[in-house]
């Protein structure tokens, strides 16, 4: 079974239009979160990170905010998206002292 | 704050040859994780290797990396490159894994016949 889930797989959105972006953790109590952007031909970069629920560190201002509404969920958005948010988005998650599993990304296109 | 250099954006060889990516750090953490991550098209980018032990080599499926503090790297080395080692490798770090990962830039490896 699927650890990690994400949705959408992939999205295409017009520039100003709002996104948002869900990632569900499976069976693991009280992970530590976080969501990582991939602009094309860059590197990962975090963007925010969770500890507990209703708790959110940003680490990169991209204009974009998450929360976690539940244990197992956290929700990235913006209300206006800009050009430069075009990328790909992973979630992600571990347990203290463990490595971080990623979902399988949602690749988003602002045009 | 944290960061993760890797040297090679782009690694093309022949099967058989061996293979060296490079990774070097700055951290202020004087005790940091090192991770080895392979990313395959389509898929998620997924553990290779970890280390927070200095100068004890860690090996996983052919592939080993050594931390060494002393010079702030974690090279990952395989003496012999398949065609399915093609995918693109990430040095990560991180100091306290609450916070999640640094990454490098990434390095792709193209593996030919």
């Known amino acids: 079974a699927q650890t990690i889930h994400q949705w959408p797989v992939a999205e295409i959105k017009a520039v100003g239009s709002p996104l948002s972006l869900g990632c569900t953790i499976k069976g693991k109590s009280s992970p530590n979160l976080y969501w990582y952007w991939q602009a094309t031909g860059g590197t990962l970069q975090q963007l925010f990170y969770s500890i507990t629920v209703g708790q959110v560190e940003s680490v990169v201002q991209l204009n974009l905010s998450a929360s976690r509404p539940k244990d197992d969920q956290f929700i990235l958005s913006t209300e206006k998206l800009l050009l430069s948010h075009s990328g790909f988005y992973l979630c992600a998650w571990s347990l203290w002292g463990t490595e971080v599993f990623f979902g399988k990304g949602t690749r988003l296109t602002v045009v | 704050g944290d960061s993760v250099t890797q040297t090679e954006g782009l690694v093309t060889l022949t099967e058989g040859l061996p293979v060296m990516l490079n990774c070097t750090y700055q951290?202020?953490?004087?005790?940091?994780?090192l991770f080895w991550y392979v990313h395959y098209l389509n898929e998620s980018p997924r553990l290779l290797l970890k280390?927070?032990?200095?100068?004890k080599r860690t090996e996983h499926q052919g592939f080993h990396a050594t931390l060494h503090k002393s010079s702030s790297s974690f090279h990952l080395q395989k003496s012999s490159a398949q065609l399915s080692d093609s995918a693109l490798y990430y040095c990560a770090l991180s100091g306290t894994l609450a916070q999640g990962l640094t990454f490098g830039l990434g390095t792709r490896v193209s593996v030919f016949p």
């Open positions: 951290t202020i953490y004087s005790n940091p994780f």
């Open positions: 280390s927070s032990t200095d100068n």
